[in-house]
């Protein structure tokens, strides 16, 4: 369904351009004091304007986003893990050539794993004011448990969205999904459900990760979440948009797939 959304190469993610967080204190490229929850923060103004990125990397690996961060922080995920890591900031000088213009070696001792899948990050962006955000509020309400607050906001998903044929025609490899646009227009790609419902979940403090990669279900490339089952130890791969198409061709469905039928290569 999504056609290369995702592929990471040195320098060329997906990204976004809305996770921005205003702060008081306009100095400085970082922002580490989130880094024991699972998050760090960069922004950074070129000289001249043009495409600047960011690099999240350590022993295990390397995430590269597109930073559309100014004057504002936009914040990332440390979902490698605990050690040491070291934040890049690039711009471009031509064509896909880029140069490094700052660097921040920070040290993560992250407290709680799980903390890192319920903060508000670049391409998951949440904040108590949007009005999708206050839906989940309004969907949980009365439900006492995590299972029942998954499937009520598993179902309003599948239920509120049809999948955009046409976006995916023309979409561009720095879309990142706006997650009030989504729920306004009821229609996206599968990178537009699944940014979706993490937001959603982890607005109600449920550890929701956003999955990159392939699916025997699904023929291109593919986002969908996993969801972490508190009272079970466990995570729960979801796939919202494959559920929504089921839904609307009438056709058999569950919430819970198969792990064996996913293959990531990105999380978030």
């Known amino acids: 369904m999504v056609r290369l959304i995702g592929v990471l190469t040195a320098l060329s993610i997906l990204v976004s351009n809305t996770a921005l967080v205003k702060l008081?204190?306009?100095?400085?490229?970082?922002?580490?004091?989130?880094?024991?929850?699972?998050?760090v923060g960069a922004r950074y103004v070129p000289k001249v304007e043009t495409r600047t990125k960011t690099r999240v990397q350590n022993s295990k690996d390397k995430y590269d986003y597109d930073l559309f961060g100014r004057e504002d922080f936009e914040y990332f995920p440390l979902q490698m893990g605990n050690g040491e890591y070291k934040i890049a900031i690039f711009e471009n000088v031509s064509d896909n050539r880029y140069r490094q213009v700052k660097q921040k070696n920070i040290k993560a001792d992250i407290k709680d794993d799980l903390s890192v899948y319920t903060a508000s990050i670049q391409n998951i962006r949440w904040d108590r004011d949007m009005a999708v955000i206050k839906k989940a509020d309004e969907l949980c309400k009365n439900l006492k448990t995590d299972m029942q607050k998954i499937e009520a906001i598993y179902n309003y998903v599948?239920?509120?969205?049809?999948?955009?044929?046409?976006?995916?025609?023309?979409i561009e490899n720095t879309y990142v999904p706006d997650i009030e646009q989504v729920v306004k227009d009821k229609k996206g790609i599968c990178y537009d459900y699944s940014a979706l419902f993490a937001a959603m979940l982890r607005s109600q403090n449920i550890p929701t990760k956003l999955m990159k990669g392939y699916s025997d279900n699904v023929k291109e490339y593919h986002a969908w979440n996993e969801v972490y089952i508190a009272s079970e130890k466990r995570w729960m791969v979801v796939d919202t948009t494959y559920d929504s198409v089921m839904k609307q061709n009438k056709k058999p469905y569950k919430m819970e797939k198969d792990k064996a039928q996913y293959k990531a290569n990105r999380e978030y």
Do not use: A, C, H, R
Not at 158 to 170: A, F, N, P
């Open 158 to 170: 599948v239920s509120t969205l049809s999948y955009d044929y046409e976006k995916i025609k023309k």
């Open 24 to 39: 008081t204190d306009k100095t400085g490229e970082f922002d580490d004091s989130n880094v024991n929850k699972g998050t």
